[in-house]
């Protein structure tokens, strides 16, 4: 009973801290968000794994900025540790994403680094040979730091990359083929067309198939099929009516759902995103994560605490951002 006292309090929290702070963005959003440096539509999301579609930046800022290279440092730590941030940053991190922009702001190159016990144990490099086109895809190839282009096997890393390449492109929508499996990527366009019986007739999607209704830049529902129209592992995107601006991501992955809820400051600037997981509608751990930004108001440090059904807090994962 007690279990179920405090379980229940959890989710009544949660639901009035994100009813709240929709409340709040109302009376933003007749004024304007503030633009962020990440697209929060993918930030951390499994559409960092598909580097043919580099739309995790934003090229303004990223051009208005002067910046020539982004790195994400991931460092992860028990809070029972006595570690000191300053002491943390002198550790080697478990993972290191490397970003290099033209002048005009685009993603050139980017290079995903390993680590274990202080040693490098594996790396991949990426060159992108073109610029994204009016969908958001580029050709991307791998190479090593010799500037050969290699095949590289990535089925044991904790980043599974994906490439694609495009297949067709019509009016109603785009179809792109994943280099690694063979598996399709569909992004249906129009509207019109999103219905299951539509997306069967139209596309016929096997089951490892994934569809996406909408563009890459602003999807309403990503998924799989089965039995032909029956939809599994689906992925909804809900937005602000007027500014269009993502407010959640809910994700389903039987049995569990995970609700993204994006945060927003009085003055429209994102401070962070709470993902929370549900089984059957009972609430059972979230990760709380929030974005420091410096005075130019890029992200510098965001820090993710995962808390269970006891508000107890697990291990911390910091990612450090840092700019040239």
């Not at 051009?63 to 440092?73: E, N």
Request: charged content about 30%; some cysteine; overall charge positive.
């Amino acid at each position: 009973m007690r279990n179920l006292f405090i379980c229940a309090f959890a989710v009544i929290y949660l639901l009035t801290a994100c009813s709240g702070g929709e409340s709040g963005m109302n009376k933003i959003e007749e004024a304007r968000f503030q633009p962020s440096l990440f697209d929060m539509n993918t930030f951390e999301t499994d559409a960092e794994k598909f580097i043919s579609f580099p739309i995790w930046f934003n090229d303004s800022i990223i051009r208005a900025q002067h910046v020539h290279k982004i790195t994400r440092d991931y460092f992860s730590f028990d809070p029972a540790d006595t570690l000191e941030m300053k002491e943390l940053y002198l550790e080697v991190p478990r993972e290191r994403r490397e970003y290099w922009f033209s002048e005009n702001g685009g993603l050139k190159e980017m290079k995903i680094s390993y680590f274990y016990d202080d040693q490098e144990i594996g790396a991949a490099h990426y060159v992108y040979s073109t610029v994204k086109d009016k969908h958001g895809f580029a050709k991307v190839m791998i190479k090593s730091d010799t500037n050969v282009v290699i095949d590289w096997d990535e089925k044991e890393m904790e980043f599974p990359i994906r490439t694609h390449q495009l297949i067709r492109e019509s009016k109603k929508y785009v179809a792109y083929k994943d280099n690694q499996t063979g598996d399709f990527l569909f992004f249906m366009l129009n509207k019109k067309f999103w219905g299951p019986l539509s997306v069967d007739s139209i596309l016929n999607p096997s089951h490892r198939d994934v569809v996406v209704l909408g563009s890459c830049f602003h999807p309403s529902k990503k998924y799989q099929v089965q039995n032909k129209v029956k939809e599994r592992n689906v992925t909804k995107f809900v937005y602000y009516k007027k500014s269009k601006k993502i407010q959640s991501i809910i994700r389903e992955e039987y049995p569990f759902t995970i609700k993204r809820s994006i945060l927003f400051d009085k003055y429209g600037w994102c401070t962070g995103f709470i993902d929370s997981t549900f089984t059957d509608k009972e609430f059972l751990t979230r990760t709380v994560s929030e974005i420091k930004v410096d005075k130019q108001k890029l992200p510098v440090k965001i820090v993710r605490k995962k808390l269970n059904q006891l508000n107890q807090t697990g291990r911390i994962v910091i990612e450090r951002i840092k700019y040239e």
